[in-house]
């Protein structure tokens, strides 16, 4: 059974950093597509970053430049970096396992999900 965790949120202000973690069981890291997403209240999931299995990485315009997705495979663990952080970072991250690399930001995209975890970014 495919399960994810993800850990790190928290409350930061404006230009600070986090590192969001997601750890997975149930299948091997190194042969899918996986990928952060992020939502706030009455607004869809939005797609931040994707990774391919052979390390090719996809980031929305917005996080571009800013954010960092990556994989650490002896731990089966996906992360995201998160620098110099805005309020519209402030949303509820979720991973996801098992995209295609057509659309890789696209959530009907994924079929597993972790529960998510709270970002809040102040001014």
């Known amino acids: 059974q495919v399960q994810l965790v993800e850990s790190g949120g928290g409350s930061v202000q404006a230009g600070g950093s986090l590192r969001l973690s997601c750890a997975g069981s149930g299948y091997a890291y190194s042969t899918y597509v996986m990928a952060w997403f992020r939502q706030t209240p009455g607004k869809e999931r939005e797609g931040v970053a994707a990774?391919?299995?052979?390390?090719?990485?996809s980031y929305a315009d917005s996080v571009q430049g800013r954010f960092t997705i990556s994989k650490d495979y002896a731990k089966n663990t996906l992360y995201l970096q998160m620098n110099s952080l805005k309020p519209e970072d402030t949303a509820t991250y979720y991973c996801?396992?098992?995209?295609?690399?057509?659309?890789?930001?696209?959530?009907?995209?994924?079929?597993?999900w972790g529960q998510g975890t709270q970002v809040t970014v102040s001014s």
């Open positions: 990774i391919h299995s052979a390390g090719i990485t």
């Open positions: 996801a396992i098992g995209g295609g690399w057509i659309r890789p930001l696209r959530e009907a995209e994924y079929s597993y």
